[in-house]
């Protein structure tokens, strides 16, 4: 589950693309098309000896180190915490959490601020009253400050500010909030008074076991949730805990239950776009929904012979049943033009002049440019869909192959890795068009673009390599007839093809 994380980055896989840009000389006026059209297609040459000199076991950006917890296992690794800092401050365990909770179980922070003002760092974390606090004196009266019934002064219960209350109403007020799914958090009763209570105090008041489950069950979220090397995992119902090292918005796996997501934000893992980005888009995409839906379609003309085409598979390298012509799904362009010219497809090409227009087109200019976007990520995401169908049925014929002794697990294992990795560059992909979106245009947004459309180009490749090898009827194995074996070969190739690019793509965002 775990991988070496960053160790092995060398410089082999800096990548020769970035110095060519620089040394174009593109002085970023960021004109005309040609110019743009001139600069980008210098970059294809040379393109595959980019990935040849990569080498397969170039440094993966994407490694992260990681280690899934049991609940039993994160309650141990939390405990631990709690005592050493326990012990450093002098305080109780349940004192001590509340101060690493402040701090996000950031122990050497807490015991430098330990160390320069131990009081201060007390009120800061409400664990104390500030020494300019109004003070209150320990209760003369004996009138509790809720019911107002005059009790027994060993019935008053306060915290260090002294707020006294009698112990059913503490006891009611706590039972209150549990039930409302608190657990850190819980302030003294008196009004703004924000000291927190600790959560002996707070078990010993609430009644009956079940209410302290709860109770015991709210905490550990918030101890998990507070500390910056913990995440719980988003599954279902799932109580497994993932613990980093290092924080960063990164891929992370759940042993558990298999859920995949960002360490950094629990949402769905989407690099290289990054967090804050990805939940922009998301929420606009579901705002905008209404106006983006007209775009869903599966069918399209072919734009050569006009017949209606489904799309049935993820590949959006089509051809026309009919008249055989090959052509791009996203933008109806001739396929076989598309390779050298596929920045086209997926660059939104900006009106330059649009500041100095009404705002009606403005308007209008916005919305084209969100649903080229929205349509592009819509389309992948269906690839993605439709490609894990041909995953399925893949899996299903090696099985039935291999009952009929037409080769063995082994034989087949190319063709499974092939689909497994044609879902993963997938789903970059796809995750490079919100990130596209919201870049400012410029030097660096070409440079993407040109990546991503990279990325694109030798996906749809993989993708009509994989549908095609799908419907071959044996194996190749090595040794056997030549046009087999290079067959097998032009696959294992692109799927080398394709993850560098990836690679490469993501390799900026991760160093960032
Ligand atoms: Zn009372
Ligand atoms: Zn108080
Ligand atoms: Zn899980
Ligand atoms: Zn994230
Ligand atoms: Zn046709
Ligand atoms: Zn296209």
């Not at 990548?15 to 174009?24: A, I, L, V």
């Not at 020494?131 to 004196?137: A, E, F, I, K």
Request: hydrophobic share 30%; charged share 25%.
């Amino acid at each position: 589950m775990s991988v070496d994380m960053n160790s092995q980055a060398s410089d082999s896989n800096e990548e020769d693309f970035g110095e060519n840009f620089e040394d174009e000389g593109d002085d970023d006026d960021d004109g005309g098309d040609d110019d743009d059209q001139a600069d980008i297609e210098d970059y294809y040459i040379g393109v595959s000896n980019d990935v040849e000199q990569q080498g397969a076991d170039s440094f993966d950006p994407e490694e992260y180190l990681f280690t899934c917890l049991t609940y039993k296992e994160s309650q141990r690794v939390l405990l631990e915490e709690v005592n050493t800092v326990a012990a450093a401050l002098k305080v109780v365990p349940a004192v001590a959490k509340l101060v690493l909770v402040h701090l996000h179980w950031h122990f050497t922070q807490i015991l430098d601020r330990y160390k320069s003002n131990s009081s201060l760092l007390m009120s800061d974390a409400l664990v104390q009253p500030s020494s300019t606090s109004r003070t209150v004196t320990p209760t003369q009266s004996l009138q509790c400050g809720v019911c107002l019934q005059v009790v027994r002064r060993d019935a008053l219960l306060a915290l260090p500010c002294q707020h006294s209350f009698c112990q059913g109403c503490w006891e009611q007020y706590c039972t209150v909030l549990v039930k409302d799914g608190l657990g850190v958090g819980i302030s003294c009763m008196a009004q703004e008074c924000s000291l927190q209570m600790p959560e002996d105090f707070v078990l010993s008041l609430l009644p009956g076991e079940e209410l302290k489950d709860k109770y015991r069950r709210y905490l550990f979220r918030d101890y998990v949730e507070s500390h910056f090397q913990l995440q719980l995992c988003p599954g279902a119902d799932c109580p497994m805990v993932i613990k980093v090292q290092e924080p960063r918005a990164r891929r992370v796996q759940c042993s558990r239950c298999s859920e995949v997501f960002c360490f950094k934000c629990r949402q769905m893992y989407h690099a290289p776009t990054d967090c804050a980005t990805v939940r922009k888009w998301l929420t606009k995409c579901a705002d905008d929904s209404e106006t983006a839906n007209y775009i869903s379609a599966h069918t399209k003309d072919c734009p050569k012979c006009n017949i209606c085409i489904e799309k049935n598979g993820g590949c959006n390298h089509m051809q026309c049943s009919k008249c055989k012509h090959d052509f791009c799904w996203m933008c109806l362009g001739d396929w076989k033009t598309h390779g050298s010219e596929y920045y086209e497809c997926s660059r939104y090409k900006e009106n330059p002049d649009i500041v100095n227009q009404s705002q009606q087109a403005q308007a209008r200019e916005a919305l084209k440019k969100y649903l080229f976007y929205f349509e592009r990520w819509e389309n992948h995401n269906k690839s993605l869909q439709l490609e894990a169908q041909t995953y399925q049925r893949i899996q299903e014929k090696i099985q039935e192959r291999v009952m009929n002794n037409l080769g063995t697990w082994i034989d087949w294992q190319y063709l499974h890795n092939a689909a497994k990795l044609l879902a993963k560059c997938r789903y970059t992909l796809q995750y490079t068009y919100p990130y596209a979106y919201y870049m400012e245009s410029g030097r660096s947004k070409k440079l993407f673009e040109y990546q991503q459309a990279q990325l694109e180009a030798e996906i749809e490749n993989l993708s009509w390599k994989v549908e095609r090898a799908d419907s071959s009827e044996r194996p190749v194995v090595v040794g056997e007839g030549e046009l087999c074996a290079s067959d097998r070969g032009d696959l294992e190739n692109q799927m080398h093809i394709a993850e560098q690019k990836r690679r490469t793509l993501l390799k900026d965002f991760h160093d960032t």
